[in-house]
């Protein structure tokens, strides 16, 4: 299969750009390098030493003969360019991971709530219309966030994958028919607003053109080496710690192994879906691979494997390492505790076997953190992003 991966340079396109292309398909990057940019922006770098994309290029082609190309372009800026490469490369699938994905990062200032909104809701408008613009027939991918629903719907309820049975009443007020909706949305920041929008593309241009879509609603990712960037130091994937990109989990066991206390926001009451890098890709694997049939409503499958509670993960990371807990205010707009019953079959029909969080796992990224520990800065590591007006980064930069 010949698969284009907007956003191949990013934390999980890179490993899914090695994964596809160790399986035989024969893969091509579309990135514009923004998220490097980010880190000088933020002044802060991935605490793994990441090549550039042409060196990490190099150093696969030179491992398993097998060659990537990169195209530099901007998906939500160049269309015309976008479509020609699409016309000429002919895909048989794209992969969509191409967004501004941090959620502090899209609340920092008026200029960065803009930005993600223009360069994400773009990404994925052009992305649709070149693929019906190009008459072909592309399977496209995109990834999602478990955030679309909100976190927990109340009452007891479980969170379905993508759509829910709903009962309506009929014109004439007295009777109930069932109709199938997707889930409501409820998003948590501007990030996760965009990532609502994206469905309602979605939606429209596969009731209108009929493009086929998998949209995989992703929990947030830990971890960060893969089978295949353990190939070679210089396929090393990028390890996120700073306030902005640094998710919970990797952020706490970087925290651990650098003796930073671990920075619980609130009282750690809130529930979030998680996956291993490692089940990403393999994730993604089964989508490429298992595409909808034509016709198909949109695929929506969610992209986790357990839920866990954030002082919980706290818990058990102080208990392994003897770590200290630090309680700090909550810079988000998010409720303080939450149940998160959700339901992830699909993945696992098809046959992915869970890599659940466990010691020796968690032991493995505090390891890679105390290998590269000397690069991180300690002034990286609060969240300075707030949710509220108000309280807006001062250190946001201009447009702030
Ligand atoms: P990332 O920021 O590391 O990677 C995104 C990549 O897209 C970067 O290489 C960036 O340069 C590129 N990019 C952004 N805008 C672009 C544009 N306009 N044109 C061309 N390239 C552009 O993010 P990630 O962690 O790899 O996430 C990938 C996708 O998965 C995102 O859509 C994100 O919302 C989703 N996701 C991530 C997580 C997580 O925990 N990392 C969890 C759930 C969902
Ligand atoms: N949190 C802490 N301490 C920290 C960092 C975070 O307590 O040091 C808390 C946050 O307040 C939040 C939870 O941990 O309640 C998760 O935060 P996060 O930064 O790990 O995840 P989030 O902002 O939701 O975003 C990440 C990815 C995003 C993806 C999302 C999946 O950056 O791209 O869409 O996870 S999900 O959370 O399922 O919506």
New binding site residues.
Partial sequence: MKIMVLGGDGFCGWPIVLHMSARGHEVMIVDNLARRKADEELKAGSLTPICSLPDRLNAWHEITERRIQWFDLDVARDYDGLLDLIESQQPDAIVHLAEQ????YSMKSPRHKRYTVENNVSATHNTLCAIVESGLDIHLVHIG???VYGYGSGGGTLIPEGYLTVEVPTSDGIGRVAKEIRHPTDPG?I??MT?CLDQDLFHYYNKNDQIRITDLH????WGTNTEDTLRDERLINRFDYD?D?????N??LMQSAVGHPL???GT?G?T??FIHIQDTVRCLALALENPPEHGERVRIFNQ?TETHR?ADLAKMIADMTGCKIEYVD?P?N?APQNELPATAKNLQSMGLTPTLLESGLMKEVIDIAQRYGDHYDPDRIP?RSQWKASKTDASAGIGS
Avoid: D, I, W
């Fill in positions: 994905r941090s959620a502090p966030t478990m955030g920041s990030y996760h990532k992703q929990g947030v990712v306030g990109y640094g998710t919970v989990l952020r706490f920075t619980v926001h750690g809130q979030r879906a986790m954030v909550n988000r998010e969240c």
